[in-house]
């Protein structure tokens, strides 16, 4: 699977982005995707996943009520609508994929995009 991450850039405080992930390969559906972020200077954290189904969504305490993640199987695409953008969500952004809900790792990571919130 090879991830395309896109949709970055530079937005005030308060204001929106939508970041989208593009996969290639047949199984994406099969797939949990997540999405994480690394701030300059921080560790990379979990920021939101999403199960094969969509039926099942997982946020990090710091995006939930902010962030949505959502996928279209049919277009092969995770999306974060990431709503009430904060200056400390301020980081580069990355999807990545994993075979199962319940496996502790993601399996493939895409190049990420860089989202940059001013105050």
């Known amino acids: 699977v090879q991830l395309q991450a896109s949709g970055g850039g530079l937005v005030q405080a308060g204001g929106s982005l939508r970041l989208s992930c593009a996969a290639s390969?047949?199984?994406?559906?099969?797939?949990?995707m997540g999405w994480f972020r690394q701030a300059p200077g921080k560790e990379r954290e979990f920021v939101a996943a999403i199960n094969w189904g969509g039926g099942s969504t997982y946020y990090a305490d710091s995006v939930k009520g902010r962030f949505t993640i959502s996928r279209d199987n049919a277009k092969n695409t995770v999306y974060l609508q990431m709503n009430s953008l904060k200056p400390e969500d301020t980081a580069v952004y990355y999807c990545?994929?994993?075979?199962?809900?319940?496996?502790?790792?993601?399996?493939?990571w895409g190049q990420g995009t860089e989202v940059t919130v001013s105050s």
């Open positions: 990545a994929a994993k075979y199962s809900e319940d496996a502790r790792k993601y399996h493939y």
């Open positions: 390969g047949r199984a994406f559906s099969g797939y949990t």
